[in-house]
C-alpha cells in the first residue's frame, strides 16, 4: 500500500492503495465517484472514460502508481465544464439515454473531442467514437446529440 | 590489385546482405511491423489483423481525439490485462510503412531502400539500440489469455549487432 495524492474534478485527494490499482478503482470505490463505470476491465469498451491530463483515457487500465501530477476530471465535474454543461444539456434535450450505463464514458468522450473540435464531422464522431459501445444502441441519438452541442458551440 | 579489391568489396557486400536478411526478419515480426502499416489503422496480434474498435492512425500518428493511442496504451505494459505498453505509444509515419495498402509486407528490397531512405547508418544503430518502443519488441508483455506476447526471431542484442554489420557494410540492399 501506498499514499496517493490526485487532483480529481480541481479537488486534491489522498489515498492510500496498491500501486497497481486501476484509477477506475480508486475513483468508485476510495472517493465514491461512481458516475465512472465499471465495463469490460480490458479497455474494450469505453464505459470507465475519464480525462486524465486533458486525454481521455480508459481508467480501467491507469494504474494509480502511473497518475502523477496528471489532473484527472470524472463526469462528476462535467456540470462545472463549460462544454461539458453544453453537452449535459444536449443529452437530456435529445433524450439520448436508454439504460445509461455507458453514457458518462460517451460523454468524457464527447467532451473530449469538442475542446478538439468544435465542428466534427460524423466522421470525425465516429472515430472518435469508435471505442465506446452501447449495447442499446443509442449511436443516432449521440450522433444527434454531439450535432447540437457542436452547434451551441458554434 | 584490381581484382583483389573486387573479391574484398563483394565480400563485403555478401556479408552486408547476410547481416540485412537478419534485420529484416526483425522488422517484419508482428512486435515490429504491426504499427508500420500504410494504412490509417494500426495492426495487432501475430496474425496482423486490423486493431479492434476501428482505431485510426489520427493526423500525427497517434490516434483521433477521444481515442488516441494513450487512450488504453501507457507508458508500460499492464498485464493484468494485456494491453501493451510502452513510452509514448504511437504508430510509425507513413514515410516508415513496411507494408503495401493491403496489408502484406513489402519485399525485403523495399523495406531496405525505405529504411536507408530515413535514417542514416548512426541514427539507425541508435534507434534500434535505444528507441523504448523497439526495445518494447523484447518486452511485449502478456496477451489478454495471460500468455506472452511472441518475441521477435532475434534478440535485440543480435539485432543490434546485425545492424552494426549492416551499416559497416555499407547498408547493401538485395
Known sequence: MKAYHLVVNGERKSVTVDPSTPVLW?????????????????????????HLGGLATRSCLVPVSLVG?????????????????IVQDAWVDKDVVQCGYCQSGQIM????????????????????????????????????????AAEKLA | ????????????????????QKVHSVLTSPRCINCHTATNYPQQGDDRHRHFANVIRGPQDKGVVALNCATCHQSQNANSTGVPGGQNWHLAPLSMKWQDLNDQPLTSAEICRSVKSQLDGAHLLKHHAEEPLVL??????????????????????????????WIKAGTPCP
Open chain 1, 69 to 85: 501530477d496528471r489532473k484527472i476530471v470524472t463526469i462528476e465535474g462535467m456540470s462545472r465544464d463549460p462544454i461539458g454543461r
Open chain 1, 26 to 50: 480508486v475513483l468508485r470505490e476510495d472517493l465514491k465517484l461512481t458516475g465512472t463505470k465499471y465495463g469490460c476491465g480490458i479497455g474494450a469498451c469505453g464505459a470507465c472514460t475519464v
Open chain 2, 1 to 20: 590489385m584490381f581484382a583483389v579489391l573486387i573479391a574484398l568489396f563483394l565480400a563485403q557486400t555478401t556479408d552486408g546482405l547476410a547481416a540485412w
Open chain 2, 136 to 165: 518494447w519488441a523484447w518486452n511485449p508483455g502478456r496477451r489478454p489469455d495471460g500468455t506472452v506476447r511472441t518475441l521477435p526471431p532475434l534478440t535485440h542484442a543480435q539485432f543490434v549487432e546485425a545492424t552494426r554489420q
Open chain 1, 109 to 148: 468522450s464527447v467532451v473530449a473531442l469538442l475542446k478538439a473540435n468544435r465542428k466534427p464531422t460524423d466522421t470525425n464522431i465516429e472515430e472518435s467514437l469508435g471505442g465506446n459501445l452501447c449495447r442499446c444502441g443509442t449511436y443516432v441519438r449521440i450522433r444527434d446529440a454531439v450535432k447540437s
